[in-house]
Structure formats: structure tokens, C-alpha cells
């Protein structure tokens, strides 16, 4: 009698060039240790980033504003969806303080959406900006804003603070926008960073591969992401931050990623970061400049 046992279908195991070398060094152990100790909040280490040990090398962080909690449900992001809790009208000092502490050269600063403000989250972000510049004026600036809904105004207060680079992510592809950014739109985002761009901003973009879409997808998003002036462009493989989340459908290999970034540079972005560990403020430093 044949065996009727169900078994479960095997998860696609990650291929080799997945594979993360744990973060060493001094200014990595120097810098953990601090954020151990005042409890700095970092998005670095609260979301695992792959890139931890080499852009701490490079004295660049990414911090997170606005709480954990985010208004939205992509279906891509490990970040809890709910009621945000109340703004912190602190907050913007003890991010100054912690670059300050950790001595950062360049800050990435992205947060949660918080569709349930009248502002956005809009006023927290320029006051962060601004206390950031007054407490280390030697640091440089990137701001991962979300879409503030397209709203003009709201937005017209990142520009105000000028941060040295504003970005946006797209995430993915025109077709797979719907189920994996559920409340967002692709033209919006493409709208917002045109307005970025045509109000004299540095604009840079990110995307996720291995949801299902298809190279002409890929090379399309880019060409969009160019039509509307953007700089800067990461490109990068999808992970599933849990059971509950979207499927990896596909693992880009480490050549199909040369191949983008090759096009990128012939369709004239400034900078093209492409690779299965990209994240969207993988080497953000030199995208300052």
C-alpha cells in the first residue's frame, strides 16, 4: 500500500552568494557597544540589515523616526502595522544625539508611514533634519520619506531643511504595485520624486527583485525612474521577513544584477547600486557627494 503521508513542500534554500558575513572590526564593535548602552535606536539593527558591519564601517547609519508602528500593510515589510503610537516631539534631539555619539559621517534617516496625521509626520522630519544640522554639522544627510499621500505641501518641508539627498522607494515593479505596496501607487511615487527632482533635490530610488516580475518589468521601472530625473537607483533581492509575508518567487543571480547596473549606468543614473545584498542606504555615503 502506498505511503499517503503528506510532506510539505521544501522552502527554496538561498543560494551561495546570499550568504552574510557576520559585521567585524573595531568602529563596528566601538559602535555596537554605544548603541547597546544608550539603547540608540537604529533601524540597522532592529531590521538585521545584511550591510551593518560595512556601512558602520564607513561611519554611516540609518535611524528610524515616527515609532514602529506603521499605518500601512505592504506586503514586502517586517515593520508592524497598526494605531502609531504619539509622536515624540523629542525625538528629533535624540536622534542628533545618537549620530552625535556615534560619531556618523552620514545619516540615512526613513521612517514609518503615518498616513494618520494630519501632517505626515511632515513637521517631525524637518525638525529632525534641523537638529541633526545644529548638533553635527559635519554630517551629511539622506531622507527615506515616505509619500506623504502626494502632497505637495508636506513634502515642501523636506526641501525646506535641504537634505543632501531625498529618497523614495519605488520597491517594485508597475504590475506588482497593488499587492505588494497595497496602499501606495506607482504613479504617485513616480510623481513625488519628480517634484523632488524638479524643486532642485538629489533623488535616489529603490527596488526589490524576486516578487515575480520580469526583466522588460525591471528595465521599464528603470526607464520611468530616469524619465523623471532620479540619480540614484539601488536594486536588490527580496527576502520574506516571515511565513506571514509575500513569497520569494525567484533569487536573482549575482549576473542578472551586473546586467542591470550596466544598464543603469548606459540609461544615465549617477549612481547604480545592484546586488543581491543592496539595501536601500547600501553605500548612501558616497551618494552624498
Known amino acids: 500500500m502506498a505511503n499517503e503521508t503528506s510532506v510539505a513542500p521544501e522552502r527554496t534554500k538561498k543560494p551561495k552568494w546570499l550568504r552574510v558575513k557576520l559585521p567585524v572590526g573595531k568602529k563596528y564593535t566601538e559602535l555596537?557597544?554605544?548603541?547597546?548602552?544608550?539603547?540608540?535606536?537604529?533601524?540597522?539593527?532592529?531590521?538585521?540589515?545584511?550591510?551593518?558591519?560595512?556601512?558602520?564601517?564607513?561611519?554611516?547609519?540609518?535611524?528610524?523616526?515616527?515609532?514602529?508602528?506603521?499605518?500601512?500593510?505592504?506586503?514586502?515589510?517586517?515593520?508592524?502595522?497598526?494605531?502609531?503610537?504619539?509622536?515624540?516631539?523629542?525625538?528629533?534631539?535624540?536622534?542628533?544625539?545618537?549620530?552625535?555619539?556615534?560619531?556618523?559621517?552620514?545619516?540615512?534617516?526613513?521612517?514609518?508611514?503615518?498616513?494618520?496625521?494630519?501632517?505626515?509626520?511632515?513637521?517631525?522630519?524637518?525638525?529632525?533634519?534641523?537638529?541633526?544640522?545644529?548638533?553635527?554639522?559635519?554630517t551629511t544627510l539622506e531622507t527615506l520619506i515616505p509619500d506623504f499621500q502626494g502632497n505637495e505641501k508636506l513634502i515642501d518641508r523636506i526641501i525646506e531643511v535641504a537634505p543632501e539627498v531625498v529618497s523614495h522607494n519605488m520597491e517594485t515593479v508597475r504590475r506588482l504595485t497593488r499587492e505588494v505596496r497595497i496602499q501606495a501607487k506607482y504613479d504617485r511615487s513616480l510623481g513625488v520624486l519628480k517634484y523632488l527632482k524638479d524643486n532642485g533635490m538629489r533623488t535616489k530610488s529603490g527596488i526589490m527583485l524576486g516578487l515575480g516580475e520580469t526583466e522588460e518589468e525591471v528595465i521599464q521601472t528603470m526607464k520611468d525612474l530616469r524619465g523623471v530625473g532620479l540619480d540614484i537607483i539601488t536594486i536588490g533581492q527580496y527576502l520574506q521577513p516571515s511565513k506571514k509575508h509575500l513569497p520569494v518567487k525567484e533569487f536573482i543571480t549575482p549576473e542578472q544584477f551586473k546586467k542591470y547596473e550596466t544598464l543603469g549606468l548606459e540609461m544615465g543614473f549617477m549612481y547604480v547600486e545592484s546586488g543581491a545584498l543592496v539595501r536601500s542606504s547600501y553605500k548612501a555615503h558616497k551618494h552624498a557627494s
Open 32 to 138: 555596537r557597544g554605544l548603541v547597546d548602552k544608550y539603547k540608540l535606536n537604529t533601524i540597522c539593527t532592529s531590521g538585521s540589515c545584511p550591510n551593518m558591519g560595512e556601512c558602520w564601517g564607513e561611519g554611516t547609519a540609518t535611524f528610524m523616526i515616527l515609532g514602529n508602528i506603521c499605518t500601512r500593510s505592504c506586503g514586502f515589510c517586517g515593520v508592524k502595522t497598526g494605531r502609531p503610537e504619539t509622536v515624540e516631539w523629542d525625538e528629533p534631539e535624540k536622534v542628533a544625539r545618537s549620530i552625535k555619539l556615534m560619531n556618523i559621517k552620514h545619516a540615512v534617516i526613513t521612517s514609518v508611514d503615518r498616513d494618520d496625521l494630519k501632517d505626515g509626520g511632515s513637521i517631525i522630519w524637518a525638525e529632525t533634519v534641523q537638529a541633526i544640522r545644529r548638533a553635527n554639522p559635519n
